[in-house]
Structure formats: C-alpha cells, structure tokens
Nanobody
Framework: QVQLVESGGGLVQPGGSLRISCTASGGIFSLYIMGWYRQAPGKKRELVARITSGGSTTYPDYVKGRFTISRDNAKKTIYLQMNNLKSEDTAVYYC?????????????WGQGTQVTVSS
C-alpha cells in the first residue's frame, strides 16, 4: 500500500511560479511511474506531467515549457515546478503512483492540493 501526500499549493498571481511536492510512504517508490493530474470545477481530471522510474518525462501541450516534473527517489518525493502560471491552471492538483502510464484501478492517489492563480 502506498500513501501519497501533496503539499505546497496556494494562491499565486498570473505569471508567477509555484512548486508543489508529493511524498510517498510504503511501496517501492523507485519502481512507480509518478504523475501529476489536475481537476478544475466542472471539468475532467487531466494529466499535467508524468515521470517514469528512469526519469523520462511527458507533458501535454498546455503546460509544456512552463511546468517541470522531477523526482528524488531517495526522498520518495516528486515535484512540480510551475512557471508563468495562468488563470486556467487553477485546479486541485493530484499526485498519482502507478505501474502503468495510464490510469488504472490499481493506482494510488493523493488527497490533492489546491492551486489558485488569480490577481
């Protein structure tokens, strides 16, 4: 069983930066594909960034060039550095751990952290 705890969310102005973190306990962290997803009110949960056990990263076009995902296996933690934030980035951000790049019933999820981009 893996437990995931996100932290670092908050209120930031448009154009600003924020770094959020997700720390895992239980399981063999280094084996998991880790991802950040977000869900805004009334919208579907969507991928923000993904990093494999080997460090390969994937970003959808709407965050590419602005967001960076990284992982520290020794600390069992992943990070999401978000730069040039826009109002449309406002959402609850969730951390996911899984053995597949896709969303499956075997995945582990954190409780989410709110990111609000507003002036």
């Amino acid at each position: 069983q893996v437990q995931l705890v996100e932290s670092g969310g908050g209120l930031v102005q448009p154009g600003g930066s924020l770094r959020i973190s997700c720390t895992a306990s239980g399981g063999i962290f280094s084996l998991y594909i880790m991802g950040w997803y977000r869900q805004a009110p009334g919208k579907k949960r969507e991928l923000v960034a993904r990093i494999t056990s080997g460090g390969s990263t994937t970003y959808p076009d709407y965050v590419k060039g602005r967001f960076t995902i990284s992982r520290d296996n020794a600390k069992k933690t992943i990070y999401l550095q978000m730069n040039n934030l826009k109002s449309e980035d406002t959402a609850v951000y969730y951390c996911k751990a899984g053995r597949s790049a896709m969303i499956t019933s075997a995945d582990y999820w954190g409780q989410g952290t709110q990111v609000t981009v507003s002036s």
